[in-house]
Structure formats: C-alpha cells, structure tokens
Antibody
Framework: EVQLVESGGGLVQPGGSLRLSCAAS????????MNWVRQAPGKGLEWVSY????????YYADSVKGRFTISRDNAKNSLYLQMNSLRAEDTAVYYC???????????WGQGTLVTVSS | EIVLTQSPGTLSLSPGERATLSCRAS???????LAWYQQKPGQAPRLLIY???SRATGIPDRFSGSGSGTDFTLTISRLEPEDFAVYYC???????????FGQGTKLEIK
C-alpha cells in the first residue's frame, strides 16, 4: 500500500523557518515525481513546488520562490521542504503528493499544518 | 499562467441525481494533462480522473470526465451520499508555473 506521511509542521513566528518531511513507503520512491501542495484554511489547493524523480529538475510557485527549497533523499525514501522567511500567508496544510507521471498527483499524504503567527 | 475557472461554485443536488461540473481554462490545455480530484472535509484530495477522461484506480464508473481544449466536464451519473465533497480540476502545462488548480466546486446535499 502506498503511504506518504508528512511531519514537521507547527507554529512559527513570522520570519522564522521550518522543515517539512514526507516519508514514503509501499512503492519505488526513486521512480516517482514529487510535489508539495498547500491549502490555506477554508481555501482551495495551491501547488508549491515540484522535484523530478532524480532531483535534477525543480520548480517553485512564484509565491515561495527564493524562500522555500525542495529536496529529496531517494536512499531514505523521503521528500523535504525547507521553508525560510515565513509569512502569515504561508499558513496552510501542506501535502506531499506525487506519482509515476509528472502531469498529475496520484498519491497524497494526510497533510501537516503550518501556522505562521506571532 | 493558465487559469482554471470552475463552475458552479456550489452545486446543490439530491442523491440519485446527475451532477455536471465544469472546468474552463484561460488557454488551451492538452487533454492528457487535465485531472480531477475529490476532497472530503478533513481529508487529503483523491485523484478521480486523469487525461481528462481516464478513471484512476478504484474509482467507480459513475464518475466520468470529458472535454478538450479549454472546456472540460466531470459528470457523476447517479449521486451517492459519499460523493458530496469539493471537486478540483488541475492542469499541467509547459509554461511556468507548471501546475494550476481550479478554485473548486462544492457539491452539497439538497
């Protein structure tokens, strides 16, 4: 069974940093394209960042470019999101999501809540 | 950036009825790159349809997708109680950002 489990969310002050992790199991993680998608409270889905299966191709949404860094460790079956210079508008549930094809998100984790507030 | 506009914002129907949800793109989208997701309260989204019309694994055949170019449709032929949720369309494109979602359609029980 495919499982994606996020961790690392919490309360952080504006300007602070947080590192999210996503542990994958039940599939060949190194073959999957992975993403972070977020959802602000009561709002819709917003794509945040993409990383190819090898890690060689990375994209970011304009709203996080220069502040967030996506990475992966295929040996550890893990995906990461380093979030710096956090703002109130970054408050959201962050999902890791991915699949064998880069055009869609076949599998999703349960999400981890990040709250940016003083 | 390709903008996806979903309509209606909210759809009120009864179990057993047919639901038709629309997703319109600001420019042409390859059918291969259009997907639909279902999200229930407190849960992660779930892939329903990919390639505009292919059902994902385990999705009942009452769910179907159609469309091309800038107009896409998700149809639920006979609503079951578990189908009341929020539905999102999503596209992948060669220009940045590569992924965008529609704002969602809430399907509620009438």
């Amino acid at each position: 069974e495919v499982q994606l489990v996020e961790s690392g969310g919490g309360l952080v002050q504006p300007g602070g940093s947080l590192r999210l992790s996503c542990a994958a199991s039940g599939f060949t993680f190194s073959s999957y394209e992975m993403n972070w998608v977020r959802q602000a409270p009561g709002k819709g889905l917003e794509w945040v960042s993409y990383i190819s299966s090898s890690g060689s191709t990375i994209y970011y949404a304009d709203s996080v470019k220069g502040r967030f860094t996506i990475s992966r460790d295929n040996a550890k079956n893990s995906l990461y999101l380093q979030m710096n210079s956090l703002r109130a508008e970054d408050t959201a549930v962050y999902y890791c999501a991915g699949g064998y094809s880069y055009v869609r998100f076949d599998y999703w984790g349960q999400g981890t809540l990040v709250t940016v507030s003083s | 950036e390709i903008v996806l506009t979903q309509s209606p914002g909210t759809l009120s129907l009864s179990p057993g009825e047919r639901a038709t949800l629309s997703c319109r793109a600001s420019q042409s989208v390859s059918s291969s790159y259009l997907a639909w997701y279902q999200q229930k309260p407190g849960q992660a989204p779930r892939l329903l349809i990919y390639g505009a019309s292919s059902r994902a694994t385990g999705i009942p055949d009452r769910f179907s997708g159609s469309g091309s170019g800038t107009d896409f449709t998700l149809t639920i032929s006979r609503l079951e109680p578990e189908d009341f949720a929020v539905y999102y369309c999503q596209q992948y494109g060669s220009s940045l950002p590569p992924y965008t979602f529609g704002q969602g359609t809430k399907l509620e029980i009438k």
